[in-house]
């Protein structure tokens, strides 16, 4: 009969004499290599929150409520809507806070799958829609009505992401942003994921992350804030955006 200790004999042996674990470097190394191999076996499209598809990854998710449970802010604007799930995700979070907040997202071409899904939620009188080019000026005129005098405001973008778009988006939405508060770019990872099987090689230069890149250059009052890359895994490397100035 196998004693308690079973085939591994003494544990206290085997801790003394085996390093278990990874350097810094080696974790931050397989993080990035799970990120890839689950992006490429389509593991994010099977996400849902409250059972609406999110196709973000849960680390993601558990990170955004952090930051909104964080900052606590008074409206959440979004590009990217998709079939509704991060409206409703984040919509739900505000309420938990006790926070008598609002979603505002904005997609080019509302999915009528999306519409249904928020109306069926608990959280279609916090969540508004505006359909149209994020980057048009007929957008932000509407966005302007709909925000009025607020300023505790969490952007986050996740809609086209070529570089010319993302760059466009990065530069409007910016000016929303207060002093001390986050804009949050998502699939920054695609630079890195233009070398796997499901990758796009055009991705190496045609990306966020080379938006991004270009933007910090030229717009100071942003930095990257590399506490919230604390999970590793993760769809938005670099992407957490602070405004410093």
């Given at each position: 009969m196998?004693?308690k200790l079973?085939?591994y004999g003494n544990?206290m042996?085997?801790s003394?004499?085996?390093?278990?674990?990874y350097?810094?470097q080696?974790?931050?190394?397989?993080a990035?290599?799970w990120?890839k191999?689950?992006?490429n076996s389509?593991?994010w499209?099977?996400v849902?929150?409250?059972g609406?598809?999110?196709q973000?990854w849960p680390t993601?998710?558990?990170?955004m409520?952090?930051?909104?449970a964080?900052?606590?802010?008074?409206?959440?604007?979004?590009?990217g809507?998709y079939?509704?799930?991060t409206a409703?995700f984040?919509?739900?979070?505000?309420?938990?806070?006790?926070?008598?907040?609002r979603?505002?997202?904005?997609e080019?071409q509302?999915?009528?799958?999306?519409?249904?899904n928020?109306?069926?939620?608990?959280?279609a009188?916090?969540?508004?829609l505006?359909?149209?080019?994020s980057?048009?000026?007929a957008?932000?005129?509407?966005?302007r009505a709909?925000?009025?005098?607020e300023q505790d405001?969490?952007i986050?973008l996740?809609s086209d992401?070529?570089y010319a778009h993302?760059?466009g988006?990065?530069?409007?939405?910016?000016?929303?942003v207060?002093i001390g508060?986050y804009?949050?770019?998502f699939?920054?990872?695609?630079?890195?994921?233009?070398?796997?099987?499901n990758g796009?090689?055009?991705w190496t230069h045609?990306s966020?992350?080379?938006?991004?890149e270009?933007f910090l250059?030229e717009?100071?009052?942003?930095?990257?804030?590399p506490?919230?890359?604390?999970f590793?895994?993760?769809f938005?490397p670099?992407?957490?955006?602070?405004r410093v100035g």
């Open positions: 196998l004693s079973g085939v544990p042996r085997i003394s004499t085996i390093q278990l674990g350097s810094p080696a974790t931050a190394e397989l990035r290599q990120t191999a689950m992006w389509s593991l499209k099977k849902h929150w409250l609406v598809p999110v973000q993601d998710l558990m990170l409520q952090e930051l909104i964080t900052v606590r802010p008074n409206c959440i604007v979004e590009t809507l079939l509704g799930g409703v984040y919509a739900s979070i505000l309420r938990l806070l006790g926070i008598d907040g979603v505002i997202s904005i080019i509302i999915n009528p799958t999306a519409r249904k928020i109306e069926a939620s608990s959280f009188d916090r969540i508004h505006i359909e149209g080019d980057k048009s000026e957008v932000h005129e509407r966005l709909l925000l009025g005098c405001i969490l986050c996740d992401h070529s993302t760059l988006e990065l530069r409007a939405f910016s000016r929303y207060p508060g804009m949050v770019l699939d920054t990872i695609c630079q890195e994921l233009a070398g796997t099987p796009q090689r055009s045609d966020p992350m080379t938006a991004l270009e250059a717009n100071r009052n942003f930095q990257t804030d506490a919230w890359e604390k590793m895994v993760t938005a670099r992407g957490f955006l602070r």
